[in-house]
């Protein structure tokens, strides 16, 4: 009798184990169910949400963006010890080490408290610049700030708003200096042309006149940077600049905002320096760019409407609507244009735009590419070889390249579908002094010039080796 019971109690106990594991198998194969339900559906919403939002930022703000140029070159340094080493600060210094761990584990940058805000508030990091390519001019610590015009400049129905910023001697800069058009060479309208060759006319966007060419090639363009300043420039890429043809126009530079002003040059200390006058505000540095690029042998326009003055019902929010006007009519005119340039000035202050290099004081540079460019990525390459000649040759000057969305009179595309060789970039800030900007205009120049010169070379190399077969 206690046997029968035993193998029966046996039984109902096998049983119950049986109904157990079923009963969990049960769970798991829901929970799986469950899962790959949820997970199809997320994989559904994540398609549906990148077709639906045709914004790059997501990938613009990979890992990637944390890392330094030289990151790399330092990794390879931990095992070749022979091999050069770079001017640029060391990306392995606690300070750097722990912030990069902090942001990629938090995605709060400790350097921004106003990123731990931004998680919580919703909307308020939206139009938030982010770090694409830092850069060795402390691209981590502070994104590029945006300028903000005065009424007169966003106010429509006026045909000739005042500056916001006085000339010095109290009276305001002449609008009409401005009103130049198209000035091939980079001499600004209203300047002097009298040695300067003439050069194949570009059409004006919408009324101004032409100035001439700048000066010819291989003439000393004065103080600055350079074979002048001997400070490691890359001068001269691509052979003698007097062996080069500069009646074909390759690159414009133009300004959306050529009101930003300095207040050195005008000689004030505002908050928001703006001028209509052509040595005061970011024109200046255009045509010290574009008189650099006319020497080393590459054929230049520089474009300079000032649009509050030729627009009739200006409004400051449609800059880039303006610009690309003048941007399509200078392509249009020259068929060879690709490199596309448009300056501008950031709105900091002096101690975050400025760099001290082998003693001599710089304007630093922010690179900025549109996140509503669905081809980003083909800017992002133009824009990362100037960036890395900056960073070989003058380490501290480049304060790294952003993203920026619309908003604040931006599109968020600032013209660069029109090319993938374009790319907007910030010349120093409001206190830059006409020294410093004409420095790091003329080492821009030489950076720009050395990535037209090995893309030039790469492209007749493959014409020659097509031909060959």
Not at 62 to 84: D, I, Q, V
Not at 135 to 144: E, L, N, Q, R
Not at 207 to 232: L, M, R, V, Y
Not at 400 to 424: C, D, F, H, M, R
């Amino acid at each position: 009798m206690n046997r029968k019971w035993f193998r029966l109690w046996n039984i109902g106990r096998a049983r119950g184990k049986l109904l157990d594991v079923l009963a969990l198998g049960r769970t798991l194969l829901v929970l799986a169910g469950g899962s790959l339900v949820f997970f199809m559906l997320l994989g559904a919403g994540g398609i549906a949400g990148q077709k639906l939002n045709s914004s790059p930022a997501p990938s613009m703000k990979g890992l990637a963006a944390s890392l330094s140029s030289g990151f790399f070159m330092e990794l390879l340094g931990m095992e070749l010890p022979h091999l050069p080493k770079g001017e640029q600060p060391s990306s392995f210094s606690g300070q750097k080490v722990t912030s990069f761990v902090f942001r990629l584990l938090t995605s709060v940058d400790p350097g921004d408290p106003k990123t731990l805000l931004s998680r919580e508030v919703p909307g308020l990091a939206a139009d938030d610049p982010f770090l694409v390519r830092s850069g060795s001019g402390g691209g981590t610590d502070s994104a590029p700030a945006d300028y903000h015009p005065g009424a007169s400049e966003t106010a429509a129905g006026t045909d000739k708003p005042a500056d916001s910023g006085a000339a010095p001697g109290g009276g305001a800069a002449d609008p009409g200096q401005a009103a130049g058009g198209l000035a091939e060479g980079g001499e600004p309208a209203g300047g002097t042309q009298a040695d300067a060759p003439q050069g194949t006319a570009a059409p004006d966007a919408g009324g101004g006149g032409d100035s001439g060419a700048g000066e010819a090639p291989g003439k000393s363009s004065g103080t600055g940077t350079g074979a002048a300043d001997g400070g490691g420039s890359t001068a001269e890429p691509g052979g003698a600049a007097g062996d080069k043809d500069t009646s074909v126009k390759r690159i414009l530079i133009y300004h959306s905002h050529p009101r930003e002003a300095y207040n050195p040059l005008l000689g004030v200390q505002s908050d928001n320096p703006s001028s209509a006058d052509p040595g005061k505000n970011v024109m200046l540095v255009g045509s010290y760019v574009s008189k650099r690029l006319e020497q080393l042998g590459i054929g230049t326009v520089h474009a300079e409407e000032d649009y509050a003055t030729k627009e009739t019902d200006y409004n400051w929010n449609f800059s880039y609507k303006y610009s690309r006007i003048t941007v399509k009519a200078a392509m249009a005119a020259h068929e060879g244009m690709t490199e596309l340039i448009d300056i501008h000035r950031d709105s900091q202050r002096h101690g975050k735009t400025t760099a001290v290099i082998d003693g001599k004081s710089y304007a630093q540079v922010y690179l900025i590419l549109g996140y509503a460019n669905k081809n980003w990525k083909k800017n992002e390459a133009f824009a990362n070889q100037i960036h890395n000649e900056l960073e070989k040759h003058y380490p501290g000057l480049s304060r790294g390249i952003w993203g920026k969305a619309s908003g604040n009179g931006n599109n968020g595309e600032y013209n660069q579908t029109l090319s993938p060789n374009s790319v907007l970039i910030e010349v120093g800030g409001i206190d830059n002094t006409e020294e410093e900007l004409k420095r790091t205009a003329e080492v821009l120049a030489d950076a720009i010039a050395e990535v037209y010169w090995n893309s030039h070379d790469a492209e007749k190399a493959d014409a020659s080796a097509s031909g060959a077969n």
